[in-house]
């Protein structure tokens, strides 16, 4: 039978996807703890990127509603780094014991397995799913470009290769995967520039 500890944490979650677009919450390997106690202390939530970007927003949100079910402080943390990999690892090491929450991403939980080497986490082993939200990409552009739909956009850009550039948050991260993905499938060519998470990005 379910316990009420995991109840609530589920109805948090239910509450904040139905408030909010938000990406894959992970939580650390469960250990021999009694649920029955949990939460007995602040839970925090790993972001792997700045502040301002949808997963840390995303967290933001959950944290609120979470807060208000569990009755616990709960804490967003970021941990920008390597991808996203830094906050992954720390997630990995917490204590198993369902107070530590990580917001896992296209990048952490699966590209950067083929963009690194070695990973100092496993990403099929070393987490516990517990939610899924999506979160949709979206193309925008500056009001200086003349285009208002994604064909006037795509042919403003095939007649310009080069000239044009896209930010995303970071290289290797799925906003940039996209952005690639995008150009070989409609033939065009913009040049790509990382910024440091996605808030920085919107600020171009």
């Known amino acids: 039978m379910m316990s ?24 650390e390997p469960a250990s021999n703890t009694s649920s029955n106690n949990w939460p007995s202390k602040t839970i925090a939530i790993l972001v792997p990127f700045p502040a301002g970007g949808s997963a840390d927003l995303s967290a ?4 609120e ?19 996203g990999n830094l906050a992954a690892a720390e997630a990995a090491r917490a204590q198993g014991d369902g107070h530590t929450l990580f917001i896992g991403t296209n990048g952490t939980q699966t590209i950067n397995q083929s963009l690194y080497r070695h990973l100092s986490y496993n990403p099929s082993t070393d987490f516990t ?10 193309v925008v552009v500056h009001p200086a470009i003349p285009a208002r739909s994604l064909d006037s956009f795509i ?12 930010g995303s948050s970071g290289i290797g991260s799925s906003t940039h ?3 690639e993905m995008f150009k070989a499938r409609t033939g065009i060519d913009m040049v790509h520039v990382p910024y440091r998470g996605q808030a920085a990005a919107l600020e171009i």
């Open 129 to 138: 799913a517990i939610g899924m939200m999506s979160a949709p990409h979206l």
């Open 60 to 63: 933001r949100r959950l944290a």
């Open 65 to 83: 509603h979470l807060k208000t079910v569990l009755g616990q402080p709960v804490v967003v943390e970021n941990k920008p780094g390597a991808g």
């Open 177 to 179: 995967l996209f952005g």
């Open 155 to 166: 042919a403003y850009a095939r007649a310009r290769p080069g000239e044009l550039s896209y």
């Open 4 to 27: 009420l500890a995991r109840r609530r944490l589920i109805l948090g979650c239910a509450a904040a996807a139905a408030n909010t677009a938000a990406v894959p919450i992970w939580a």
